[in-house]
């Protein structure tokens, strides 16, 4: 048996009864690190010793009888959440050595129920990027063709699991950086409701648009590690208090009741964008019969400020990043230049240092456009967009139930093809980005293959907490459609 093949929900349903153990689990997804991630470079931090003591102590637990859903399941951690005694970098040099003494909320849930915490991620630095190539210590690759990206800033979870590296993987989402990259690599990839799952331990980039989600094999393991992350938490003044249902029970309403009585919608502002691939325009098409012949009602909408959410994004999230990054001055954690004569040039020096060029640009941005005079034109004004964004979703989910798109205009691109072109590097987020503004909850569900043989993802978008719908409807496409290969061995 190839371990590594297994889903959470399979391996699960193998650990409880015994047939295999955790420590031959997570020794299946080592092995495979260790062959084959000095060329995909998923991960920045593995801790082989500490992996299997987790997974001795994961077997001693369901040999008691006291197994929970994730124990003894290896997961992969994005290197932007807290843990405890193991390196949190956000892949930036200036948090290169940086030790937490605190485990984030999500790690705490994952430790609570003995899983397996099999490393830390690659990223974009501070979560900036969309292709992973932002890193400060090397590229990430995608599975399915090493020559292309992964995606981002989530890229290193999403490559991670894609490569059969780990079961599934935690990410975050500022912009589409679960969705993003799960689509690029063929993987399952959900953003929460801002608010749905805790951000206490996560270090952020842009607070108010910052959301921690799983990134899985399918859906069926999305409402597994959905059900597990969410929740209140009085840690997190951003946490919701809503209730939080059992989102496994979204697939029985599926195996119940099929798609029939669901209407989704599609903006028809997406239809006049430019620079859609032609792949993905077919892929699209495609995914609209598929949900037609489940039964899905499919109606035209209107999101008219869609063409406006990147220009918005990219003020509100370098304004957050500038004042969230200003911590990271040299005096109390992480790198410090020692050079320096005085305070002052200590602080230029390490921001100059520790920071990576994008890092820089986006807190340039966001500092200017809080600067005295210019924060009514800049910032004002997209929080003023954000808002007209958000009733449009309202107004949008008064006719429907779910709300589809492409994940992103094209399937993954070549590494090194954007990265000099700032501006058409954020237009890949032009799909997702309006779902942070909303707050609403997406996922990328695999949806077709290119003619390049690249993956490429269906976005569903819901009302806020209404994540049962997309588990529902993410699920039946999910059956619908013509199952991936398996990405060419490396």
Known sequence: MNLHTLTIAQAKDLLDKKEISSVELTRAFLDRIDKYDNTISAFITV??????????????????????????????????????????????????????????????????????????????????????????FFVTRNPWNTDYVPGGSSGGSAAAVAARFCSGAVGTDTGGSI??????????????????????GVVAYASSLDQVGPITRDVTDTAMMLNLMGGHDPKDSTSSPEQMPDFLKGIALFKEQGLSGMTAGIPK???????????????????????????????????????????????????????????????????????????????????????????QRRIIIGTYSLSSGYYDAYYGRASQVRALIMDDFKRAFESCDIILSPVAPTPAFKIGEKIEDPLTMYLSDIFTLSCNLAGVPGISVPAGISSTGLPMGLQMMARHFDEMSLIRAGYGFEQAVTKHPEFPEL
């Open 47 to 136: 801790d082989p010793d500490l992996a299997l003591e987790q997974a001795q102590q994961a077997d001693r637990i369901i040999a008691k009888g006291e197994n929970q859903a994730f124990t003894g399941i290896p997961v992969a951690l994005k290197d932007v959440l807290c843990t405890k005694g193991v390196k949190t970098t956000c892949a930036s040099k200036i948090l290169e050595n940086f030790v937490p003494q605190y485990d984030a909320t999500v790690v705490e849930k994952f430790k609570a129920q003995h899983a397996v915490l099999i490393g830390k991620a690659n990223m974009d630095e501070f979560a900036m990027g969309s292709s992973t190539e932002n890193s400060a």
């Open 269 to 359: 502002e997406f239809s006049s964008l430019d620079g859609i691939d032609p792949d993905v325009k077919k892929m699209f098409e495609n995914a609209r019969k598929t949900l037609e012949g489940l039964g899905v009602d499919i109606k035209e909408i209107s999101l008219p400020h869609t063409n406006y959410a990147v220009a918005a994004y990219y003020i509100i999230a370098p304004c957050e990043a500038s004042a969230n990054l200003a911590r990271f001055d040299g005096v109390r954690y992480g790198l410090r230049d020692m050079d320096a004569n005085d305070i002052m040039e200590m602080y230029k020096k390490t921001k100059s240092k520790g920071f990576g060029l994008e890092v």
């Open 179 to 200: 969705r993003q990259p799960a689509s690029h690599c063929g993987v399952v990839g959900l953003k929460p409701t801002y608010g749905r799952v805790s951000r206490f």
